[in-house]
């Protein structure tokens, strides 16, 4: 009894010991978090090619209250360009044959308080202005700071991160933060974890209905709705 208490003991103490050496913040910035559906499947579009994207596929016209829309949302697609080249793939704005097409729409047509919302449909939904049931005059319109953190982390969706982090500090953490930056924590899920599994969906290929060529089986339509009271993933199984 004696000889495992004092094993105990010693295990204790060796763990506390590795615990503490280093630096904890970098170790939790090197840490990445869970991208992959939680049915399990792996949506990404696959390393040295590009994704072409129509930032405004309906041809809207925007107010005078609208017009960094387009500016901010460059930006915060962007954000991921860096860690994009480093799997070879390269961010290209076009007006026909996009891989992604952003819509967008005004409040009105939306529920209230949502900001914008991607799905694997390919399709990423930014709203122009507020539900007015969740706005008043002053907040009617979004900040391009909104519209880059809403593009940004929607974004991170498009790119195949179909769950959320559990950590404040990233961009795919499901609330909006102070800074719109992606943290090593981002990137590395991307790169070393994500874009290191192979698909059960080539993100290229999606055309309709999402049907794997692996197991040949109609997947349900994943979309994420960023709303005033943070981020949710759901399931359309309706498509």
């Not at 360009?81 to 819509?103: F, K, P, R």
């Not at 991607?118 to 709203?127: D, E, G, H, V, Y």
């Not at 809403?150 to 195949?160: I, Q």
């Not at 590395?188 to 599994?197: A, D, G, I, N, V």
Request: proline share 3%; with cysteine.
């Amino acid at each position: 009894m004696y000889r495992l208490y004092r094993s105990i003991i010693i295990i204790v103490f060796s763990c506390t010991m590795f615990i503490s050496c280093g630096d904890s913040s970098a170790y939790n910035d090197g840490k990445d978090y869970y991208p992959i559906t939680q049915s399990g499947k792996i949506f990404h579009w696959g390393k040295n090619n590009t994704i072409k994207i129509n930032a405004n596929s309906r041809n809207v016209t925007f107010n005078s209250n609208e017009t960094n829309y387009i500016t901010s949302l460059k930006a915060g697609i962007n954000e991921w360009q860096d860690t994009l080249t480093s799997l070879g793939i390269l961010i290209v704005y076009v007006s026909t044959g996009a891989d992604v097409n952003v819509e967008w729409v005004d409040g009105s047509t939306l529920n209230p308080g949502i900001l914008g919302y991607a799905s694997t449909n390919k399709i990423l939904t930014m709203s122009r202005t507020l539900n007015k049931v969740q706005s008043d005059a002053d907040n009617y319109y979004h900040s391009d700071f909104k519209v880059k953190y809403v593009a940004t982390h929607e974004f991170g969706h498009m790119l195949g991160i179909w769950n959320h982090s559990f950590d404040s500090k990233d961009i795919m953490y499901p609330f909006v933060r102070k800074t719109g930056s992606l943290t090593n924590r981002d990137k590395k899920t991307l790169t070393e974890f994500l874009y290191s599994q192979t698909p059960t969906h080539d993100m290229h290929e999606l055309k309709g209905p999402l049907t794997s060529s692996q197991v040949n089986e109609v997947t349900p339509l994943a979309i994420s709705y960023f709303t005033v009271n943070g981020c949710s993933i759901e399931i359309d199984s309706d498509q």
